[in-house]
């Protein structure tokens, strides 16, 4: 299968909120097709590597995205799945139904319903959106980020506090989508989960990214003492 | 007591008896409220929208003055719609004044700050929730606002119910440039203003009672409705 290129160079990346300086200096290329995990303590700055990485925050240095420069027009080739869910007050359907619309993505209707039928909420296609349990609502918002055909995917921590259902589900669904060619970048605190799911892996800490290595090199030896305390399940200060 | 209960009676006979005078009188009390309300919902809920949305210099200001026109004393609107349809007025020429036209112009300056207002902070909360949702699709600003609207329709429709229910009740302003005149201009409020100083009290209680039965229906109607919202789950 034609697999395309998805490389992130993210270089001298910085960001300031606040007068906190949450991101120092990331110098990063990230190359493989696969699943790339982004793991960490808390207060890492995960979360604030991916909202820039998809346009979110105002940053200082440089992102691209196959050698163009972040923009307007690469974020529309993009995704980001939140880590509580954001749901439009109306239906499941229409959840999708209108940012396809807003896209004017063809046969949307029809491409909203088979990707509800892939996160198995073909069930609930006329329910109020709001009622949906906390792992529904997370694959809604999978689903629904899945409308625009993106061809980078960021997902913050979605699997966390959720059903070991509602988490299968969305394991395979970016499997899927990662083997038919979308490169996925995935928040986890889950070390079982990145073993499952990674091609590889950035441990980041305090704003730094400490380590970045092919998943199986990961987890065989680590440079940083920080990211052996973090894999055996250690306090981290 | 005998003057409460010999009013009370004259006031029902005229609301069971379809009095033509009193039918007249409410017809046009919810045309022009209806209308002016319309005229309000129009101006002002993209306005409300606007700077629910909007990253702009003086928005913080524009939004507090437009908090403060809520509280707009009606015989001060009046005055100034008076002085601008007056003869001698900037709009004299229009022959607006003493007319219906009039009334639903100082009716609709009177709601526009309450349905700008409440629809502003109803949307700011929601973009609130929907912002990082909406830049992460790149989505625009005028799919935003269609949004924020649908989304919200069931709190926007209860500021509609106040919007109506401030322009039904309203009398100072009516009074100045509607002039009470009958068959043309006299509404609900104005015309219980009238017959209660002439001491006609039945015609004042009947239009009361009526006035109090639309308040009551407003209240019970928004709960209603935002009851529905919550059982339907879009709330």
Redesign the interface.
């Known amino acids: 299968m034609f697999k395309q290129e998805n490389i992130i160079e993210i270089t001298d990346l910085n960001l300031v909120k606040h007068s906190d300086n949450i991101l120092k200096k990331i110098n990063v290329q990230i190359k493989s097709n696969g699943i790339t995990f982004i793991i960490g303590p808390n207060g890492a700055g995960k979360t604030q590597l991916v909202r820039s990485l998809n346009g979110l925050e105002k940053i200082n240095g440089s992102i691209k995205f196959n050698n163009e420069e972040l923009s307007k027009k690469l974020i529309l080739r993009q995704s980001f799945v939140f880590q509580q869910p954001i749901i439009l007050k109306r239906s499941v359907l229409e959840n999708l139904i209108f940012f396809s619309k807003c896209r004017k993505i063809k046969n949307h209707i029809k491409k909203s319903k088979e990707l509800l039928k892939l996160v198995k909420l073909e069930d609930f296609l006329n329910k109020p959106a709001l009622t949906l349990s906390g792992g529904q609502k997370q694959r809604l918002a999978l689903a629904r980020a899945l409308t625009t055909n993106p061809q980078f995917i960021f997902l913050d921590e979605p699997t966390a506090h959720l059903d070991p259902l509602s988490s299968n589900i969305i394991e395979k669904t970016l499997l899927k989508i990662s083997k038919n060619g979308t490169k996925v970048i995935f928040i986890s605190h889950d070390i079982n989960q990145v073993r499952r799911l990674a091609e590889d892996v950035i441990f980041m800490h305090k704003g730094k990214i400490l380590e970045f290595n092919n998943v199986k090199r990961f987890f065989k030896s680590q440079k940083s003492s920080y990211t052996k305390s973090f894999i055996e399940g250690k306090i981290i200060i | 007591m005998d003057i409460f209960g010999d009013a009370f009676s004259k006031s029902f006979n005229l609301i069971f008896s379809f009095d033509i005078d009193l039918i007249e009188i409410l017809y046009l009390s919810a045309k022009v409220s209806l209308f002016s309300l319309l005229i309000s919902c129009v101006i002002g809920f993209p306005l409300g929208a606007f700077l629910a949305i909007g990253k702009f210099p003086l928005r913080n200001f524009i939004v507090a003055f437009l908090n403060s026109l809520m509280g707009l004393p009606p015989v001060v609107v009046g005055l100034i719609v008076y002085l601008y349809l007056s003869r001698s007025g900037p709009f004299g020429f229009l022959g607006l004044l003493y007319t219906p036209s009039a009334m639903v112009i100082a009716q609709t300056i009177l709601i526009i700050p309450i349905i700008g207002s409440l629809s502003c902070q109803i949307l700011e909360d929601l973009d609130k929730?929907?912002k990082?949702?909406f830049?992460?699709?790149?989505?625009?600003r005028s799919?935003a606002i269609s949004?924020y609207l649908?989304?919200?329709r069931y709190s926007l429709f209860t500021v509609v119910l106040a919007g109506f229910g401030r322009a039904v009740s309203e009398v100072g302003a009516v009074i100045i440039v509607g002039g009470n005149i009958d068959h043309l201009t006299r509404v609900m409020t104005t015309a219980i203003a009238l017959e209660t100083s002439k001491g006609e009290l039945s015609l004042a209680m009947a239009l009361g009672i009526i006035l109090l039965l639309v308040s009551l229906s407003i209240n019970f109607f928004v709960v209603w409705i935002k009851h529905i919202g919550k059982v339907?789950?879009?709330?």
């Open positions: 929730e929907y990082d949702l830049k992460s699709f790149v989505i625009k799919q949004a649908y989304d919200a339907k789950g879009y709330v």
